[in-house]
């Protein structure tokens, strides 16, 4: 079992930059792949991004390519999400995830509770 808990989120203007962090418990963290999805207000959540279990690969949303970057540190155990050039589009609730086993966009076994994150026009 691991726990995710997110930080970094926060009102930022359009066109700025915000890093958000996600701290992971156990032992075992670079033996998940990690992902960061989002859900606005009324919507579903989708996915934004993923990086695997080493860091070597990652994937990226369309809505995310270009401007968000994954990146991990697996002696600290944590996956950062940084987000540049931001819309007020990408104004969520933002998530982190791990999984158990294989990749994807999809199949996350652990959540954490989200961050807001808030981007004014």
């Known amino acids: 079992q691991v726990q995710l808990v997110e930080s970094g989120g926060g009102l930022v203007q359009a066109g700025g930059s915000l890093r958000l962090s996600c701290a992971a418990s156990?032992?075992?963290?670079?033996?998940?792949?990690m992902g960061w999805f989002r859900q606005a207000p009324g919507k579903e959540r989708e996915f934004v991004a993923y990086?695997?279990?080493?860091?070597?690969?990652?994937y990226y949303a369309d809505s995310a390519k270009g401007r968000f970057t994954i990146s991990r540190d697996n002696a600290k155990n944590t996956v950062y999400l940084q987000m540049n050039s931001l819309k007020p589009e990408d104004t969520a609730v933002y998530y982190c995830a791990a999984r158990n086993s294989g990749f994807g966009r999809s199949g996350y076994d652990y959540w954490g509770q989200g961050t807001q994150v808030t981007v004014s026009s």
């Open positions: 156990g032992r075992t963290f670079s033996s998940y792949a």
């Open positions: 990086t695997t279990g080493s860091g070597s690969n990652t």
